[in-house]
């Protein structure tokens, strides 16, 4: 988040940065948000989920967001901000998927399944988001080498490093209209409420 809206303040990316959310008061995030100008909102999400879910829709909507980017937030968006905003809300994995995604599979655990697997390359993919984890369609995947021995702290290091700019890449890509989203908007479950 940090580089996108440093990207968007020196004019490398032309986008506007309309609204942080995080579902922690401690996180960082806000306060950066503050600091830079961009509005922010705490929308707790453990006590009631599905009121968070109007709460994110709503001030999403309020915020005028176009496409929403999720960057550092671990928490399974609801079925009323997957529905108004389906396929136009992206995520940033550490690693190559399906291979490496699902349910629980972030953090440590990610590099933790990389070192096991001996690959010689781990990833940064950005993807559309659904109701599933890690499963909407790949929108952009970055090749991260690997060194052989590399452990879980080593795969992280790597593969955080390269996340910035990969993504503010990316998101001026689809700005300039370079790449385009994928047609076919993900797959959001008929049993979502």
């Given at each position: 988040?940090?580089?996108?809206?440093?990207?968007?303040?020196a004019?490398?990316?032309?986008?506007?940065?309309?609204?942080?959310?995080?579902?922690?008061?401690?996180?960082?995030?806000?306060?950066?948000?503050?600091?830079?100008?961009?509005?922010?909102?705490?929308?707790?999400?453990?006590?009631d989920?599905?009121?968070?879910?109007?709460?994110?829709?709503?001030?999403?909507?309020?915020?005028?967001?176009?496409?929403?980017?999720?960057s550092?937030?671990?928490?399974?968006?609801?079925?009323?901000?997957?529905?108004?905003?389906?396929?136009?809300?992206?995520?940033?994995?550490?690693?190559?998927?399906?291979?490496?995604?699902g349910?629980?599979?972030?953090?440590?655990?990610?590099?933790?399944?990389?070192?096991?697997?001996?690959?010689?390359?781990?990833?940064?993919?950005?993807?559309?988001?659904?109701?599933?984890?890690?499963?909407?369609?790949?929108?952009?995947?970055?090749?991260?080498?690997l060194?052989?021995?590399?452990?879980?702290?080593?795969?992280?290091?790597?593969?955080?490093?390269?996340?910035?700019?990969?993504?503010?890449?990316?998101?001026?890509?689809?700005?300039?209209?370079e790449?385009?989203?994928?047609?076919?908007?993900?797959?959001?479950?008929?049993?979502?409420?």
């Amino acid at each position: 988040m940090r580089a996108i809206v440093r990207a968007i303040e020196a004019g490398e990316l032309e986008a506007k940065a309309r609204l942080v959310v995080s579902n922690r008061r401690e996180a960082e995030a806000l306060a950066f948000a503050a600091e830079h100008g961009v509005p922010a909102k705490l929308i707790p999400t453990r006590a009631d989920p599905e009121a968070a879910d109007a709460a994110l829709c709503a001030a999403l909507e309020s915020a005028c967001v176009d496409l929403v980017i999720l960057s550092g937030y671990l928490r399974r968006v609801g079925p009323r901000v997957l529905r108004r905003y389906a396929g136009r809300i992206l995520n940033i994995h550490p690693a190559a998927l399906p291979k490496y995604g699902g349910a629980g599979m972030y953090g440590r655990a990610v590099h933790e399944a990389v070192a096991a697997s001996g690959d010689a390359a781990s990833a940064v993919t950005i993807h559309l988001v659904d109701d599933e984890y890690d499963h909407g369609p790949t929108v952009a995947a970055l090749a991260v080498p690997l060194a052989p021995g590399d452990d879980a702290e080593a795969i992280s290091a790597r593969v955080t490093s390269a996340e910035p700019a990969f993504f503010v890449e990316v998101l001026r890509r689809i700005s300039t209209g370079e790449l385009k989203l994928p047609s076919s908007a993900p797959k959001i479950s008929d049993n979502l409420p």
